[in-house]
């Protein structure tokens, strides 16, 4: 079994190394993508400024809590993209029959076609939560707990990418659905949690988990909560557990278009 798991981490690594190399081919467009992401993520944070030099909070928020806010949503969105971009693209290699090149392959067929692809602009979403991290003020403790909040929230933000795209095993046309979903993961994250009440909050915190991957994150790193931390943890791995489970319970579904198409 460890084995297995040493193997599968090995070929991902492989999978994601080449897929890398792809983008370089041409540097100077890998880098601009980085640097233009960041510049227009620090565009955002101006607003901000302009609203907090009117008044002291928003939604419950310091303006410190809000580049926080900023860091983890920018952090999870980019280490999602960067590193598991087709995952939401998911919608289309099944309905097209892409799956095909990876079922032939003796390695884990999610894995190994959501990590096939990176986004390099994702690059520079991951880097500018860092740099905004530091400007929010920062410990050793801290920066530790923020990089495990962008691991985890991450992985969340994917698996919900997989839930959604795996509906295309059930339903025809569905991408419209997971990109709606993927959408709403993206427009509540870097708002406070404050703003929102009834309903709204409550999905926040279970259907569309926006509340797991970036409110709580924030109010663990104002304020350290080993209850909130654990329950992170025990729902990244709950929801990892379903999205494996929904995934191969659809691909017995998988009907083949029979491409001849080569992945390495």
């Not at 390695?107 to 076609?113: D, E, G, R, W, Y």
Request: proline share 2%.
């Amino acid at each position: 079994m460890l084995m297995e798991v040493k193997n599968q981490i090995k070929v991902m690594i492989l999978s994601f190394k080449y897929a890398v190399m792809r983008e370089m081919l041409n540097k100077v467009t890998f880098l601009s993508n980085i640097i233009f992401m960041i510049l227009n993520n620090s565009f955002f944070i101006i607003q901000w400024v302009v609203l907090f030099s009117l008044r002291e909070n928003v939604g419950g928020y310091t303006f410190n809590q809000v580049l926080m806010l900023w860091a983890i949503a920018s952090g999870t969105f980019g280490f999602a993209h960067f590193f598991f971009k087709k995952a939401y693209s998911l919608s289309d290699t099944i309905t097209n029959g892409k799956l095909d090149a990876y079922l032939v392959q003796p390695k884990n067929v999610l894995i190994s076609c959501i990590t096939s692809d990176v986004s390099p602009s994702a690059l520079g979403d991951l880097i500018y939560g860092y740099i905004v991290i530091f400007l929010s003020g920062i410990t050793i403790s801290k920066f530790i707990l923020f990089t495990f909040f962008i691991i985890s929230g991450g992985i969340i933000m994917v698996d919900i990418a997989i839930i959604l795209g795996s509906l295309s095993f059930y339903i025809s046309k569905s991408d419209m659905i997971a990109e709606t979903g993927n959408n709403f993961m993206i427009y509540f994250a870097t708002y406070p949690d404050g703003i929102f009440k009834g309903i709204v909050k409550i999905l926040l915190f279970t259907i569309i988990p926006i509340g797991i991957t970036t409110y709580i994150p924030v109010w663990v790193l104002t304020k350290f909560n080993l209850f909130y931390l654990l329950g992170v943890i025990a729902f990244t791995i709950c929801v990892t557990i379903f999205t494996f489970i929904i995934f191969y319970k659809g691909l017995k579904r998988y009907s083949s278009s029979n491409l001849m198409v080569a992945k390495i």
